[in-house]
């Protein structure tokens, strides 16, 4: 018998929150359809103004954050607030010193798209030449790893799974540094030169294309391989990356081509989309964030945010159409469809297009 998926719910392991600011501290309720949901990695972003993506997670601790849109290092109890708390079915924002833009202005929009690890438990792994501490969900085919460098190019580090991740997303923690993000599906025609299936950097931080500055070198089946750059791996300072696996049915990774029409490509993912990140490859172009959520889940998908970008929301623009088990595009800006060119995504499921059982999901 065929496995379809060993996921049938996948509001088990991501969710979208949208939630609406008060002011003062505020605990946030998740209302995933699996019942409760503890976050483990949590990233916020204010929708009704310009204030930046900030992301938390269970193996830095609370109040420690990262900001996608920029190289900053990590801050603790960020002046314009931070999460206080992680619940057994949500979390907690307060204000910080200035106030509470980035996550709990009084009146304004908010969402928060969450993934669950492990709960916070973490392990000591040693299978790189650099220790790593990982929280590891194998099911869901993601891990938070966190280690220090030692600025020696081709210094490996353990990432908890026992076949190679399809993404890593690494940053600097202490002192600025670019986000990383390397995948071997960036593109398909190995734009950046080498083998085609050598990973890929780009950076969350940027809308530079695909470089070859090699970064991450190499995700191998226990560790994945860096270069010496501050950005991944500054002598005696504090790193995190996140890890991530295709699962059937929950999750999927890879890259388009545009046709520049508004009939454009459709892209098989294997289920109902949750949450969609696509960034051009081969061109400079915003990272761009969709949900079920925001939309309220009506095709066609318009309501953007950008991960390299603090921008406020940007709506009612049609751009996609999520499908029972992919997405089409429906535009053909250089953003998103240009002719030719070549988009990296990041996908995660409401629903597998069929479930464990061989039962078919509903069309949206």
């Given at each position: ?10 509001t ?12 003062s ?15 483990d990695?949590?990233?916020?972003k ?8 900030i992301?938390f ?30 619940g ?8 910080g ?8 202005t ?63 997303i690494?940053?600097r923690?202490?002192g600025?540094?670019y ?19 050598a ?44 890890c ?27 289920f ?17 964030i ?15 945010l ?14 996609l159409d999520?499908t ?11 953003a998103?469809n240009a ?14 297009f069929?479930?464990?059982?061989g039962?078919?999901?509903t069309?949206?």
């Open positions: 018998m065929a496995v379809y998926t060993t996921i049938d719910d996948p088990a392991f991501f969710h979208t929150q949208i939630y609406t600011g008060t002011g501290l505020n605990s946030i309720t998740n209302d995933a359809s699996s019942g409760n949901f503890k976050p990695w949590l990233w916020i204010n929708r009704s103004a310009g204030w930046s993506n992301l997670d269970s193996s830095r601790g609370t109040g420690k954050s990262l900001m996608s849109d920029s190289t900053d290092a990590e801050v603790t109890n960020n002046s314009r607030g931070y999460v206080s708390a992680f057994t079915d949500g979390f907690t924002v307060g204000a010193s200035a106030g509470s833009d980035q996550v709990n009084n009146g304004q929009n908010y969402v928060a798209w969450q993934w669950k690890c492990n709960g916070g438990t973490t392990s000591s792994n040693s299978n790189g030449s650099i220790t790593s501490t990982v929280q590891v969900n194998t099911t869901a085919g993601f891990s938070i790893v966190l280690y220090t460098g030692n600025e020696t190019s081709g210094a490996t580090v353990g990432h908890g799974f026992s076949s190679a991740p399809d993404v890593v690494g940053k923690r202490v600025t540094g986000w990383i993000v390397s995948s071997n599906d960036l593109d398909a025609q190995g734009t950046t030169g080498g083998s085609p299936d990973p890929r950097n780009m950076y969350f931080n940027s809308t530079d294309q695909a470089q070859s500055d090699k970064i991450v070198r190499a995700i191998n089946a226990t560790t994945f391989e860096i270069s010496n750059s501050n950005s991944m791996n500054a002598n005696t300072d504090a790193m995190v990356a996140y991530f696996k295709k699962v059937q049915g929950y999750s999927h990774f890879g890259h388009y081509e545009g046709n520049g029409d508004d009939d454009g490509p459709f892209v098989y993912t294997g109902k989309p949750a949450y969609l990140m696509i960034k051009r490859s081969d061109g400079a172009n915003s990272w761009y969709f949900d079920n959520k925001r939309d309220d889940y009506q095709n066609p998908v318009s309501d953007i950008e991960s390299n970008d603090p921008a406020a929301e940007n709506a009612n623009t049609p751009r999520y029972a088990n992919g997405f089409k595009m429906r535009v053909s800006p250089n998103l002719d030719g060119a070549t988009y990296f995504y990041m996908a995660f499921a409401e629903s597998p069929v479930s464990s059982a039962v078919p999901t069309a949206k």
